[in-house]
C-alpha cells in the first residue's frame, strides 16, 4: 500500500520539476537523441541474472527534484555491488531507522567509492551494520560492498546510487551509463534491469542471499 501512496503523490507533484540544464542532458541522452560515447561504462549494482526496477530516476519529482540519482526497489539484505574499481572514503553503517520523512535523513547509511578519474559513487539506505568494507579499502568493480536497507529518508527499501565528479565549479552530479543485459544504456524511471552476466577478474561470485 505504502509503494501505491507513493506513486500517486509522485504523478501529483509532476509539474514541480527541477530547472537544472543537467536534466534537459540526461534526457536527451536517455532518447539517444545525443549520444556520449566516452563515459565510463559502469554495472549494476547487483548480482548477475538479476534483474530490478527503478522507482525513481534522475530529477525525479518525489525526492530526486535537484539530483542525478537512481533508486533501485530492492528487498531488505540485497548484495549491493561495486558499480566501479575504487578505494573507499566514507562507511556509515549505525544508523537504525527510516521513514518517508526528511527527520530521518541522518540515520542513511552509506558507502560512498572515490574512482581514479577523481569521481565519486555513493551508495545510501543501506540496513544497520550492512557495509562490508572499510574507509581506506580497495575494492574492485564487481565486488559485494554492502547490504541494502531502509535506512534515513526511504519510503520503502531501497538503494539510493548517485555519482559525482569534480571539476572547476567543484563536485558536480553526473548521469551515467550501464551495462545491461540488453546494452549499454542510461536507465529510465519505472522500467527493470537485468544485470549482463559478467566475470571480474580478482573478484569471487556474490553468493546467493534472499532478503527479508
Known amino acids: 500500500m505504502k509503494f501505491l501512496i507513493l506513486i500517486f ?3 501529483l507533484a509532476a ?3 527541477s530547472n537544472n540544464p543537467l536534466r534537459k542532458e540526461i534526457k536527451q541522452l536517455q532518447k539517444g537523441k545525443i549520444k556520449d560515447d566516452t ?4 554495472i549494476l549494482p547487483f548480482e548477475n541474472k ?3 526496477l527503478i522507482v525513481q530516476g534522475y530529477f525525479g519529482v518525489f525526492s530526486h527534484k535537484e539530483r542525478a540519482a537512481l533508486d533501485f526497489k530492492m528487498k531488505r539484505g540485497t548484495n549491493i555491488l561495486a558499480v566501479r574499481d575504487g578505494v573507499v572514503t566514507r562507511v556509515k553503517e549505525d544508523g ?7 527527520k530521518y535523513s541522518s540515520q542513511g547509511n552509506n558507502i560512498v567509492i572515490q574512482h581514479s578519474d577523481n569521481s565519486r559513487s555513493g551508495y545510501w539506505h543501506l540496513q544497520k551494520d550492512g557495509a ?5 579499502d580497495t575494492v574492485r568493480q564487481g565486488q559485494i560492498i554492502g547490504l541494502s536497507g531502509k535506512t534515513g529518508y526511504a519510503a520503502i527499501p531501497h538503494l539510493h546510487l548517485i555519482v559525482w565528479k569534480s571539476n572547476s565549479r567543484g563536485w558536480q552530479q553526473i548521469a551515467t551509463r550501464f551495462q545491461t543485459s540488453k546494452g549499454i544504456k542510461y536507465l ?18 556474490p553468493m546467493e542471499t534472499t532478503g527479508q
Do not use: D, I, M
Request: net charge positive.
Open 9 to 11: 503523490c509522485c504523478f
Open 15 to 17: 509539474c514541480a520539476v
Open 39 to 42: 563515459s565510463f561504462v559502469y
Open 50 to 52: 538479476k534483474a530490478h
Open 96 to 102: 537504525t531507522k527510516g521513514g518517508w520523512s526528511k
Open 132 to 136: 562490508l568494507v572499510k574507509v581506506g
Open 188 to 205: 529510465r524511471p519505472w522500467k527493470w534491469y537485468r544485470n549482463k552476466e559478467t566475470s571480474f577478474p580478482g573478484v569471487s561470485q
